[in-house]
């Protein structure tokens, strides 16, 4: 089939570009809690007494959304303080590679609990490649890399490979106890990655392929690991660190300020597009999950309406709780 060049479907794009944009602003520090100080210009003295009000964020979400073709779930908590904002977030939505931050947290929590260590060792053979993302299905037979090498190519890379062979070790099931231990009770993975053979769940499997998550289970997730409450302070660290380094700037990250620090996750399928994390910015850390499903448009393409719809909610989001700080230009934009 040809692909067809129209004109990107999202009024919200048009609104965007309405909006003084100047020269991207270089964000730097420390990712962990880190906020400014009470003194510094992006931070008036006072701004406790007028939070952004929800109700303002909820309808331009709400522009955003509405021309989408799919269904669209957002998740929005400040980390600072508490406020949260959730459309759609309890619903259930293919969680594609973004189950992979739960795989992540249970690998932190058997090591906690002494049942696994991260310079344990895994070795790759033939028949542990599987398609799809990574580096190491193209590595020779054989190859030996510890289990914290492996945490760190299904992060960034989101290396189906790896995330196999941390499976298993952890063994699937591990990863829903410990989500049910943190109350998160409907992220849930399935499978090994295009093993769907091994699913302990294959009704669910056949609904939503790899796992299973929601917006908001996501976000008190991602909350956890930012206040040190989902395994422990020192390995949440390394977690974040690892979600820091993730490479697909498509989604989440791609209409912020140059030098904005986002640690998050991204998982694609056909017909769902998830991007989740924390955006670390001026005011306070943002919690974020934007998941869909049903979509229209299945095309990968980077400009795709999938994609563009994530990255317009984080830089509203971005825009609600920073409105002092410039946003770099929009391009223009055709969807293929």
């Known amino acids: 089939m040809h692909s067809v060049r129209r004109a990107l479907p999202f009024p919200l794009i048009g609104l965007l570009l309405a909006v ?7 964000l730097t520090g420390s990712p962990v809690r880190a906020e400014p100080a009470p003194s510094s210009p992006l931070w008036p003295a006072g701004r406790d007494a007028a939070l952004p ?3 303002v964020l909820r309808q331009s979400l709400e522009r955003i959304t509405s021309r989408f073709d799919g269904i669209a779930g957002i998740s929005v908590r400040n980390l600072r303080t508490g406020e949260s904002l959730s459309m759609r977030g309890a619903e259930k939505y293919p969680s594609a590679s973004l189950i992979k931050i739960p795989i992540l947290v249970t690998l ?4 906690a609990q002494g049942r696994m260590q991260l310079s344990e060792r895994s070795t790759m053979i033939a028949r542990d490649r599987v398609g799809g993302s990574g580096i190491l299905r193209h590595m020779e037979s054989g190859i030996s890399l ?21 499976l298993d070790k952890l063994d699937i099931a591990t990863v829903g106890v410990k989500m049910e231990a943190l109350g998160l009770p409907e992220s849930k993975v399935h ?3 295009f093993r769907r053979q091994t699913s302990i769940a294959m009704d669910s499997s056949v609904l939503y392929g790899l796992g299973v998550a929601t917006p908001d289970e996501m976000v008190d997730l991602l909350a956890m690991l930012h206040e040190g409450r989902a395994v422990s302070p020192a390995l949440d660290s390394l977690a974040i660190r690892m979600l820091l380094a993730n490479q697909d700037a498509s989604m989440l990250v791609r209409w912020l300020p140059g030098g904005t620090r986002v640690a ?8 769902a597009r998830n991007d989740c994390g924390i955006m670390y910015t001026p005011s306070a ?7 869909t499903r049903e979509n229209e448009a299945t095309s990968y393409a980077v400009d795709s309406p999938p994609h563009l719809l994530v990255a317009a909610v984080a830089r509203e989001v971005f825009r609600h709780y920073n409105p002092a700080v410039p946003l770099p230009d929009l391009p223009a934009i055709t969807v293929h």
């Open 146 to 166: 510890s289990l914290e090498d492996l945490a760190w190519l299904m992060m960034t890379l989101s290396d189906n490979t790896a995330t196999n062979l941390l």
């Open 53 to 55: 009000d929800t109700t």
């Open 108 to 111: 932190m929590d058997e090591v």
């Open 20 to 26: 003084p944009v100047s020269a991207e602003l270089r």
């Open 191 to 193: 499978s090994k990655t």
């Open 264 to 271: 998050h996750k991204s998982g694609a399928v056909d017909r």
């Open 285 to 291: 850390p943002i919690g974020l999950c934007v998941m």
